[in-house]
């Protein structure tokens, strides 16, 4: 077998399914040609299965993977996010840089083997209990980007801006000041992280969170660190979110933004569910990203995203694993379709005029909107992308029998027993062979050591 090499019967491209396609990279892991309608050369290995791009997870908080289930069950008549907000505060207080290492090392495990190949994880926990610093600023992130590294994740790493609990610049709460940090802070830990070899971007955790001002020096800052640094906020996620910001700017947070920050293509605008018409056409003109996380979103009961709205004025979006009660690139996809139907009782409402095959059309769509937020070269199976990309068993009942155009409806739609994802690779290099990660017991040990130290 020829190094850096793989050849396909059939592969994913961005201009649609082609067949008899040769993959070469560089060691360095990014793909030097992509030739379709080509012959096997002799030494090179033959894919399993057919080969799709590997999907970009936009927005994570990798600790609420140890309270996934915790917060299913009703403390409150009037149960929302709010209230769910107040126990996963709770919980953050009690990680530490060993149980994060721990748990974000068994969830980019579960990623990976979903098909999820880099992760932008949006981090707030930078300082230890009651906000006493640690010696190290990047004690926290260090452990993540330990665990990112350790099982071949590719990691952007998102350090938020989080100075006040609320609009009109209140302080933060007790249960906050593990988060609190200023622009200074944040951009002195990109600079550190990134002498270590760590993609950064800066995340203002949300308008509620931040001031004009403090908002405009991180970005200046990370402008002058690196000016195609990924910028990443939550925004109109809550109603009440949004009716708190038209009182205190008289504007809904998008068109606030939109109204005084250049927002361009790097950006990820996280949830936005509760855009106007007006909102959504004017941030699809900015070709930013709408970051979606439809099974944190339906978990949390925040709304559902406009996307046939969004979609039909050429927005960009991609997908997220948020909160990780779920980690499936399928299950994101299907729920984001599912609920459209709903919304407009019609089905394969977010297929296209070029692409009628709907999980084609929503599989494509989140790995091209994925790939500018992500500050990564993740474009798809292209020339000077990285060779992110997975192997489907097409001998798996879900995909038995299909076309290749109707392989990613089988992936997204077909809900049937063990995942068809055979093979995985990063950045040309195979961390899942045969469904499973080299260290994947290990790390579910580790993990379930940290929940008995979390969950007392």
């Excluded at 030494?43 to 057919?50: E, T």
């Excluded at 099974?295 to 009961?301: F, K, V």
């Excluded at 299907?334 to 394969?348: D, F, G, S, T, V």
Aim: net charge negative; with cysteine; aromatic share 8%.
């Amino acid at each position: 077998m020829t190094d850096h090499a793989l050849y396909a019967a059939d592969a994913l491209l961005p201009e649609g399914w082609r067949r008899n396609v040769l993959l070469r990279w560089s060691a360095e892991g990014s793909l030097l040609a992509v030739d379709a309608e080509t012959k096997k050369p002799a030494n090179v290995d033959q894919a399993g299965g057919p080969v799709i791009p590997g999907m970009p997870n936009l927005h994570c908080h990798a600790f609420q993977r140890a309270m996934a289930g915790l917060a299913e069950f009703r403390g409150d008549s009037q149960d929302s996010f709010w209230t769910w907000r107040d126990l996963m505060y709770k919980f953050a207080a009690r990680i530490t840089p060993e149980t994060q290492y721990a748990i974000a090392r068994h969830l980019y495990i579960e990623m990976l083997k979903a098909g999820y190949t880099s992760v932008c994880e949006f981090h707030y926990i930078h300082h230890g209990p009651g906000g006493i610093p640690y010696d190290d600023p990047a004690e926290m992130a260090a452990h993540i980007a330990a665990a990112a590294r350790d099982v071949g994740i590719g990691l952007t790493f998102l350090p938020v801006l989080y100075q006040y609990s609320g609009f009109g610049e209140r302080p933060l709460r007790p249960d906050q000041l593990r988060f609190g940090s200023d622009p200074e802070w944040i951009l002195d830990l990109v600079v550190r992280l990134m002498k270590a070899g760590v993609r950064c971007g800066v995340a203002p955790h949300s308008l509620r969170a931040v001031s004009q001002d403090s908002l405009r020096s991180l970005l200046d800052g990370a402008d002058g660190i690196d000016p195609t640094t990924p910028v990443h906020i939550h925004i109109a996620e809550q109603v009440a979110e949004v009716k708190d910001c038209v009182a205190h700017t008289g504007a809904p947070p998008v068109d606030w933004l939109l109204d005084h920050f250049d927002v361009d293509d790097r950006w990820c605008l996280v949830h936005a569910t509760h855009m106007s018409p007006t909102e959504s056409s004017r941030l699809a003109q900015t070709e930013a990203t709408a970051g979606l996380c439809p099974t944190t979103e339906a978990n949390l009961g925040d709304g559902v995203f406009d996307a046939e709205g969004y979609s039909s004025d050429a927005g960009r979006w991609g997908i997220g694993s948020d909160s990780n009660i779920s980690v499936s690139v399928a299950e994101e996809l299907r729920l984001l379709e599912y609920a459209q139907r709903l919304r407009h009782r019609r089905r394969n409402v977010l297929a296209a005029s070029e692409t009628p095959e709907v999980g084609q059309a929503l599989y494509i769509a989140a790995v091209e909107g994925g790939a500018a937020p992500s500050g990564r070269s993740l474009g798809g199976l292209n020339v000077g992308q990285r060779a992110d990309f997975v192997i489907l068993d097409e001998s798996h009942p879900s995909l038995a029998m299909k076309a290749p155009s109707q392989m990613l409806s089988g992936f997204v739609f077909c809900n049937h027993g063990p995942s068809p994802i055979r093979d995985v690779f990063v950045g040309g290099q195979r961390v899942v062979s045969e469904q499973r990660h080299s260290a994947e017991r290990e790390a579910a040990e580790d993990y379930r050591q940290a929940l008995q130290s979390l969950i007392r």
